[in-house]
T-cell receptor
Framework: DAGVTQSPTHLIKTRGQHVTLRCSPISGHKSVSWYQQVLGQGPQFIFQ???????GRGNFPDRFSARQFPNYSSELNVNALLLGDSALYLC??????????????FGEGSRLTVL | SQQGEEDPQALSIQEGENATMNCSYK?????LQWYRQNSGRGLVHLILIRSNEREKHSGRLRVTLDTSKKSSSLLITASRAADTASYFCATGEGGKLIFGQGTELSVKP
């Protein structure tokens, strides 16, 4: 079975540009969460989507947005990139909202470098 | 902001030794999880312990939880070079987890 897949794996952007990151959850998983991991830190929660609706949002500016599609895949968009947005962006899926098990399945991440 | 604090931040041991990592958290929880991350890659779920459990085992892993002290520990017994990774504790539910800053474990052959 395919795990959580993310694309692209690496990308380089310049300040002010826009980026779109993509995530395909494990087949049958309806919940997708996005995390930002700055080098040397633990992941920080950005968004959760379940059944195509936003179910949670972390402490990130409005430059960050996301959506979930009918096939449960998801996109994370970041506008007006700043140097501080350089990080590993992780996508995680779970079968439900995670209220029962809490276990998340993570993809390998998209490493964004902003120059 | 981080919910948990891991201690130590870095740990270096020899193969065959045991490794113990500690995690403290701030708010009441329903469960606590431990994840592993190989250098710059995705996180892998190791074990979940519920608030009404005090200890849980999975293979070479032993997790304890003390809700009165708001702390947890992860013990890896008979460590192997392949255990070299960063280990994170996490609290929360519903896809929204709050991670600590992690313990970087190095196991030398």
């Amino acid at each position: 079975d395919a795990g959580v897949t993310q694309s692209p794996t690496h990308l380089i952007k310049t300040r002010g540009q826009h980026v779109t990151l993509r995530c395909s959850p494990i087949s049958g998983h309806k919940s997708v969460s996005w995390y930002q991991q700055v080098l040397g830190q633990g992941p920080q929660f950005i968004f959760q989507y379940y059944e195509k609706e936003e179910r949670g949002r972390g402490n990130f500016p409005d430059r960050f947005s996301a959506r979930q599609f009918p096939n449960y895949s998801s996109e994370l968009n970041v506008n007006a990139l700043l140097l501080g947005d350089s990080a590993l962006y992780l996508c995680a899926s779970s079968l439900d909202r995670g209220l029962n098990t809490g276990e998340l399945f993570f993809g390998e991440g998209s490493r964004l470098t902003v120059l | 902001s981080q919910q948990g604090e891991e201690d130590p931040q870095a740990l270096s041991i020899q193969e065959g030794e045991n490794a113990t990592m500690n995690c403290s958290y701030k708010t009441s929880i329903n469960n606590l999880q431990w994840y592993r991350q190989n250098s710059g890659r995705g996180l892998v779920h190791l074990i979940l312990i519920r608030s009404n459990e005090r200890e849980k085992h999975s293979g070479r892993l032993r997790v304890t939880l003390d809700t009165s002290k708001k702390s947890s520990s992860l013990l890896i017994t008979a460590s192997r070079a392949a255990d070299t990774a960063s280990y994170f504790c996490a609290t929360g539910e519903g896809g929204k987890l709050i991670f600590g800053q992690g313990t970087e474990l190095s196991v030398k052959p």
